[in-house]
């Protein structure tokens, strides 16, 4: 492959530099905007090739020395050689660009970006497995970047410390196991107990800090197996899992085939074994219990001042009928009902609805709350208005957006008082702000970033709407 020299214009959502190389677009692995770099080409495309930074000739001002010792070969991470405000500056012009470009709408107020801790704040992953014996044997860790290979992990300055601790002893536990070619992931999910920081906004704080750990911090991993783990396998587990203060579940099949076999002390789910996994929002005071494979956000942190910047706005009032739409466990559904709204949470997966339900009346909220499982993907105007009128709404999609949703309100003669749309995609919060605002004649409100995922291209963002006057 050639080597360039090539001078560095700006980002793509990828965190890939972008370069040009006699007309034809160059993006950059481990570059950055106003870089002149060295880069060796490692693939060619008919419309732009992808290069790999060989060394840095001009260093740009927001380049700082990655904090991990596998950054770059390890896929988990791709900023972190990027000052922490720097990744924060380029995730908020991303949203710019993608409301200006796709949806060609400029919210009235940006609001101020959000930072939290920058390391040890991941508390869901999902590690793949692999026996390598060319590599020392079993590896546990992300993939390689652009690669299906395992990384070889030793340390992970992004997830909790203690789970970081569990990499190299978690590769010995495998091994040991008569399964251990029939194991391909194990996920992580970590829950907390109470508390929570206050909202920190860029320039006020510093968003470098550790998460750190909370005392009643609670780590489960689910393990996949492809075959049944032996007696000798199971009680491999359970020492592991007393030896480690971990909780063992067992994974068989699909995400919804989880079953906990032990708790954090080694005892089992037959000997009445129960889990400890949830998460508090104090300031509304609920506390929402979760299995391992239920969607919560990745930063717990981050998490607290989302919901308390995402009512701010919605300003629920009481008496009044919110719905929150992808509502998942009530992540939103219970705070707004703390504030004393009636709120109508809507979700497609009918096991997330009913533990919605379970989690409301766990926190004395069931008479606000009423929980209802639909296809928001496939709701026409008929359906939406089958589910009656919203003096407010909050909108929380996954990566696919809110498409059929945003048609729906927006044909509506009703219009509700606010809409609050939580986006972990930009591309389609500007597809759909388009139709709200130039169908629906909405006002785009307030628009900002948040990053919910340091060191990562991942931008999470929450964009206001209000009725036309």
């Known amino acids: 492959m050639s080597e360039l020299q090539l001078d560095v214009e700006s980002l793509d959502l990828e965190a890939n530099g972008v370069a040009r190389h006699e007309g034809k677009v160059v993006f950059v692995r481990g570059a950055l905007p106003g870089e002149r770099v060295a880069a ?44 922490a405000g720097a990744q924060m500056a380029i995730k908020q012009r991303a949203l710019e660009d993608q409301l200006r470009h796709i949806g060609k709408v400029a919210p009235q107020t940006w ?16 590690l793949s497995v ?23 992990m030793r340390e992970c300055h992004v997830l909790p410390a203690r789970v970081s601790g569990l990499l190299l002893p978690l590769r010995a536990l495998v091994e040991s196991l008569g399964i ?21 906004v860029q320039g006020d704080a510093d968003a470098t800090d550790d998460a750190g750990a909370r005392g009643d911090e609670c780590i489960a991993l689910v393990l996949r197996v492809l075959d049944a783990p032996s007696a000798d396998d199971l009680d491999r587990l359970r020492r592991f899992s007393a030896a480690q203060r971990i909780e063992w579940w067992l994974q068989p099949k699909g995400p919804d085939s989880i079953e906990l076999f032990c708790d954090a002390g080694g005892r089992l789910a037959s000997e009445g074994a129960r889990s400890s996994l949830g998460y508090a929002l104090a300031e509304f005071g609920v506390r929402m219990p979760f299995r391992p494979t239920d969607f919560t956000q990745v930063n717990a942190r981050m998490n607290e001042v989302l919901v308390r910047r995402a009512l701010r706005w919605l300003d629920p009032q009481p008496g009044e009928r919110v719905a929150d739409l992808f509502c998942g466990l009530g992540n939103f559904s219970l705070p707004i009902a703390a504030r004393g709204a009636k709120v109508v949470g809507v979700e497609g997966n009918r096991a997330l609805v009913e533990r919605a339900a379970r989690n409301a009346a766990l926190n004395g909220l069931e008479e606000r709350c009423e929980f209802r499982a639909a296809d928001l993907f ?18 929380d999609p996954p990566r696919e957006g809110a498409l059929e949703v945003a048609k729906a309100i927006a044909a509506d003669a009703h ?26 004649g909405f006002v785009l409100r307030a628009a900002g970033a948040l990053n919910m995922f340091p060191h990562t291209s991942h931008v999470e963002s929450m964009a206001v709407f209000d009725p036309p006057r």
């Open 40 to 83: 060796e080409i490692v693939r060619r495309k008919p419309k732009f090739d992808v290069a790999q930074t060989v060394a840095v000739l001009r260093e740009s001002s927001a380049r700082v020395p990655p904090r991990c010792p596998h950054f770059g070969v390890c896929g988990g991470c791709s900023m972190q050689h990027v000052d």
């Open 111 to 126: 609001l101020a970006p959000i930072s939290g801790p920058a390391w040890r704040y991941r508390h869901r992953a999902r």
């Open 130 to 152: 692999r026996d390598v014996p060319k590599k020392g044997g079993v590896l546990v860790g992300f993939h390689e970047r652009a690669s299906s290979y395992v990384a070889d």
């Open 180 to 200: 251990r070619r029939r194991v391909p992931q194990i996920e992580v999910a970590v829950g907390e107990g109470g508390g929570g920081g206050g909202e920190i």
């Open 378 to 395: 496939a709701i026409d105007d008929d359906r939406w208005r089958a589910l009656g009128r919203f003096d407010r709404v909050l909108v």
């Open 415 to 440: 219009r509700p008082a606010r809409i609050v749309y939580v986006s972990c995609n930009p591309a389609t919060l500007a597809r759909d702000a388009a139709i709200l605002v130039h169908q629906g």
